[in-house]
């Protein structure tokens, strides 16, 4: 199973990406898919998850700003980032919870960079 991430880039304070991570690969079902980022020198910290059934969690400090939603049609969660502010830098990570033929077991994409600066 591989997780393609896409949809890093540079970006003012204020405003807006949206990052797509696509699953692909003998897996069966995917129960959760999420988003975590790592800034230089900080450890690995939950973004958003989401559960399927309406079921999201988040970090407080992106709550009413960054937006994560699934196409489980096409095994992709996304990440739409509104109102960006500097601390948002990091390198943002998609991560998938599922069952294959091996059992369950969790996945992770390569990281893409988000950098929120003027």
């Known amino acids: 199973v591989q997780l393609q991430a896409s949809g890093g880039g540079l970006v003012q304070p204020g405003g807006s990406l949206r990052l797509s991570c696509a699953a692909s690969g003998s897996i069966f079902r995917i129960n959760v898919m999420g988003w975590y980022r790592q800034a230089p020198g900080k450890q690995r910290e939950l973004v958003a998850v989401d559960a399927n059934l309406g079921r999201t969690n988040y970090a407080d400090s992106v709550k009413g700003r960054l937006t994560i939603s699934r196409d489980n049609a096409r095994n992709t969660v996304y990440l739409q980032m509104n109102s960006l502010k500097p601390d948002d830098t990091a390198v943002y990570y998609c991560?998938?919870?599922?069952?294959?033929?091996?059992?369950?077991?969790?996945?992770w994409g390569q990281g893409t960079q988000v950098t929120v600066s003027s």
């Open positions: 991560n998938a919870f599922g069952l294959t033929g091996s059992g369950y077991s969790t996945y």
